[in-house]
């Protein structure tokens, strides 16, 4: 890759994340109205009841941006976090696969404690609440959540050290993982057992969204769904619905 284009998309990171979404948005629209699983309902009137949470959460995401640059700077300068006591700086490839794997586990433990706490629960229960999962759900989160959320992230990054390129690289990467866990379509069987066993699929994040338990508190797996075999999480769809 060359490097004019590495620093196009390290110094307009969110231009970036925004355009990413706003495609990938339309081409699962488009695979959704092709093969897509659910068809009876209306999936306009849907997104529209999704689409205001991108206002609703707005705010929030102003807020700790700036929050975000200062930890982040501050981490950096005094060499601070668990990723600076590997001593692996210097190799780029190790040091991103290692911060992906750290900020990962963040989320899943994030996730989980979004379930098992009642109060907690409450918030995240807004994503849940969508009755039909599609690529507008990616949008449906509480304000309420989407602040937590962000200050755990933040706190996590600030025990991890991790350093701006990498946070960066993973939320590119991210925007794509979260709309495929999301999408209106389920991959081949053989080939979720394959895609499923390292990363979150569509089939996998579908049995999280199912509304009775313990289907509901499995699959907590944010881009990697070997979290959830590690700590038995981990659940199949139910074969009879
Ligand atoms: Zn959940
Ligand atoms: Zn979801």
Redesign the pocket.
């Known amino acids: 890759m060359n490097h004019q284009f590495l620093n196009f998309i390290f110094s307009h990171g969110d231009l970036v994340q925004m355009i990413l979404f706003v495609s990938l948005f339309f081409i699962s629209w488009t695979i959704e109205n092709i093969y897509g699983v659910f068809f009876n309902y209306r999936k306009w009137k849907h997104a529209f009841i999704n689409a205001p949470f991108i206002i609703t959460n707005l705010p929030g995401q102003l807020l700790l941006g700036v929050a975000f640059v200062g930890v982040i700077r501050w981490t950096s300068i005094h060499h601070f976090g668990l990723l600076y006591s590997f001593h692996i700086e210097k190799n780029h490839v190790l040091l991103f696969l290692t911060t992906f794997i750290l900020l990962d586990f963040g989320e899943y433990i994030y996730h989980v404690f979004m379930h098992k706490t009642k109060t907690l629960w409450r918030f995240h229960l807004v ?1 849940h609440s969508d009755k039909i999962v599609d690529i507008s ?1 990616t949008l449906r989160e509480h304000p309420a959540e989407n602040l937590i959320r962000l200050s755990f992230t933040l706190l996590w990054i600030f025990f991890t050290g991790a350093i701006f390129w990498a946070i960066l690289l993973r939320q590119i990467i991210q925007v794509f993982t979260t709309m495929f ?2 999408i209106n379509y389920r991959l081949p069987e053989k080939m979720d057992i394959i895609i499923g066993c390292i990363f979150i699929t569509p089939n996998l ?1 579908q049995v ?2 199912h509304y009775q338990m313990p289907y509901t508190n499995c699959n907590y797996g944010d881009v990697f769904s070997f979290w959830d075999r590690l700590l038995e999480h981990s659940k199949s769809y139910p074969a009879r619905i």
Do not use: K, L, Q
Request: charged share 0%; hydrophobic share 15%; no cysteine.
């Open positions: 994503h759900t866990a999301h994040h999280h969204h």
